[in-house]
Nanobody, 123 residues
C-alpha cells in the first residue's frame, strides 16, 4: 500500500483545512487508518484513527470536537477535516494504514505511512 497525503497549507487561526490521503491497492477498505502529526522539535503524536468502515473513530483530547476523521472506501481516500485551527496545530501531518480492520493510537502498529503534509497555522 502506498499513501499520498495532501491538503496542507498556511491558514489563519480559527480557519479550516481538509487533509486527504490517497491510497493505492485494493485492500484499503479492510485497513484501519490513522492520522498523526509532528510539530517542530517534538515527537510524532496521535491525532485520530478510525476502523475499516469509518463507524468507529477515536481522537486525541487536543483535537476532539474540532477535527473529524472520515474515509471514502470507493475512492480509496482518508480525510481529516480540521476546524477552529490553533497555532499549536502547526505540524507535519502523516496518514498511516495498518493491516487490521481497526485503527490504533500506537504508531508502531501501522505498517504503511504517507510522506506527510505541512500544516501551518498563523496566530
Amino acid at each position: 500500500v502506498q499513501l499520498q497525503a495532501s491538503g496542507g497549507g498556511l491558514v489563519q487561526a480559527g480557519g479550516s483545512l481538509r487533509l486527504s490521503c490517497a491510497a493505492s491497492g485494493r485492500a484499503f477498505s479492510s485497513y484501519g487508518m490513522g492520522w498523526f502529526r509532528q510539530a517542530p522539535g517534538e515527537e510524532r503524536r496521535f491525532v485520530a484513527h478510525l476502523n475499516w468502515n469509518g463507524a468507529m473513530t477515536n481522537y486525541a483530547d487536543s483535537v476532539q470536537g474540532r477535527f473529524t476523521i472520515s474515509r471514502d472506501n470507493a475512492k480509496n481516500t482518508l480525510y481529516l477535516q480540521m476546524n477552529s485551527l490553533k497555532s499549536e496545530d502547526t505540524a507535519v501531518y502523516y496518514c498511516a494504514a495498518r493491516e487490521k480492520p481497526y485503527g490504533s493510537i500506537q504508531q508502531t502498529l501501522y505498517e504503511y505511512w504517507g510522506q506527510g503534509t505541512q500544516v501551518t497555522v498563523s496566530s
